[in-house]
């Protein structure tokens, strides 16, 4: 790699405090709706929940301590083709770590790593083997957290980020082949990677395993596709396919169709994001009814915390309409269509209606997806739900550690 890489100069994360006592005055100026008859959540979040995690952002939440906890790591700031980047850094310890790109989704920001970030880059810490490291780089999606402001870029998406990273990982950093790895809208980067640079790359890997083409199409806001449910369907599938409608159709639909609009009341008011978001993880993850099994409030606090004070929340939404609007077409017409060996990690939170845990990948290898990737290692595990490397990281590390032996 180009030496100059280490000319960089690391910009630790720092929120002025001008922008944290504003958020505090906007919290409790918050106007609540009466949300009477909803402590069982159906009609989405609880405001009982939401009041006591406001309270708690107002009166215990300690930026500066999660703040200190960013800066045990090394981050940076450049500009890539006009795109201001941040990413995180942890160099790899080890006789020859290989650089590793790692991409999170909506509504994730780049600490959702920070779980994995410390053995992937030093694996002999943890009692793995040294020659397993990895240089650990982990961006902001362009319009999520410090990757702000995004003016001259409104129809970013995940295929026009995955040249970003490119030029980022080749060009800026000066790296000749490096390791690519992702999960929600970042396996959707990491895919397009895979594809469209295959060459450049040692492997990938990645969660949920989505053809690059979903957001494609005069549908792509409905989870149905319009397609109505049959009749004969048996009651135990049927029952599984509403419950993940109800799951994602809203904000499929909502982030597709008209994402600007909900954008209006999000930045402009930090409880309705944080209500917005809490939704997702909520919904989302493996947590037994429990989301602070998952997320302490803490966790959660910093997480929102990062999209609040970057005013992140309408520039990252966008990225479902502009995948819609902008839609992905292949570089070159091989098969598969992502040619890089790819590593798969599936979670039982997230099984098809009708799947389970033990038939996962072999429902998986008989769809037509799994055409679409040069598929090396396919794991799953029964639990675990969307947000993979923040809820089994030590799982997350395994697989993807397995998917680079003999392919440094």
């Not at 790593?113 to 902001?140: C, H, N, T, Y």
Request: with cysteine; proline share 7%; net charge negative.
């Amino acid at each position: 790699m180009n030496e100059s890489y280490f000319a960089l100069e690391p910009t630790p994360i720092y929120v002025p405090d001008e922008q944290l006592a504003d958020l505090e005055d906007r919290l409790k100026s918050t106007r609540w709706p009466l949300d009477a008859g909803n402590d069982d959540w159906y009609y989405g979040v609880s405001k009982s929940y939401l009041h006591e995690l406001v309270d708690y952002w107002i009166n215990e939440f300690d930026w500066r301590k999660s703040e200190a906890a960013i800066n045990i790591y090394e981050h940076y700031n450049v500009d890539v083709n006009g795109v201001p980047v941040h990413f995180m850094r942890k160099p790899g310890v080890g006789p020859k770590p290989i650089p590793l790109i790692l991409t999170h989704g909506w509504p994730w920001t780049f600490w959702h790593w920070s779980k994995v970030i410390d053995q992937l880059a030093d694996p002999g810490a943890f009692g793995g083997d040294p020659a397993e490291a990895f240089d650990v780089i982990i961006p902001s999606l362009p319009g999520f957290g410090f990757s702000t402001p995004l003016p001259n870029n409104p129809d970013m998406n995940f295929w026009k980020v995955a040249d970003l990273w490119h030029e980022l990982m080749t060009n800026v950093l000066g790296y000749d082949k490096y390791a690519a790895g992702g999960c929600d809208i970042g396996a959707l980067v990491t895919g397009q990677l895979g594809h469209k640079y295959s060459s450049e790359l040692h492997a990938i890997h990645i969660g949920s395993a989505l053809k690059l083409s979903f957001f494609n199409g005069d549908r792509a806001w409905d989870y149905s596709g319009g397609q109505p449910l049959p009749d004969d369907l048996p009651e135990d599938i049927r029952a599984g396919i509403l419950k993940l409608d109800r799951r994602f159709a809203s904000h499929l639909a909502v982030h597709v169709l008209d994402p600007g609009t909900l954008a209006y009341g999000l930045s402009d008011s930090p409880a309705g994001m944080l209500a917005w978001i809490l939704e997702r993880w909520t919904k989302w993850s493996d947590n037994d009814g429990n989301i602070e099994q998952v997320f302490s409030k803490d966790d959660l606090l910093t997480h929102a915390t990062i999209f609040w004070v970057n005013n992140a929340i309408e520039t990252s939404m966008r990225y479902y309409a502009n995948a819609n609007r902008y839609p992905w077409t292949p570089t070159h017409n091989n098969w598969p269509v992502v040619e890089a060996p790819t590593g798969i990690t599936f979670v039982g939170y997230e099984n098809p209606p009708g799947i389970t845990t033990d038939n996962r990948i072999q429902s998986f290898l008989d769809s037509d997806r799994a055409q679409w990737y040069n598929h090396v290692n396919i794991a799953v595990h029964e639990h675990g739900g969307h947000f993979i490397p923040w809820e089994i990281p030590d799982k997350w590390v395994e697989d993807l550690r397995r998917t680079f032996r003999g392919r440094r």
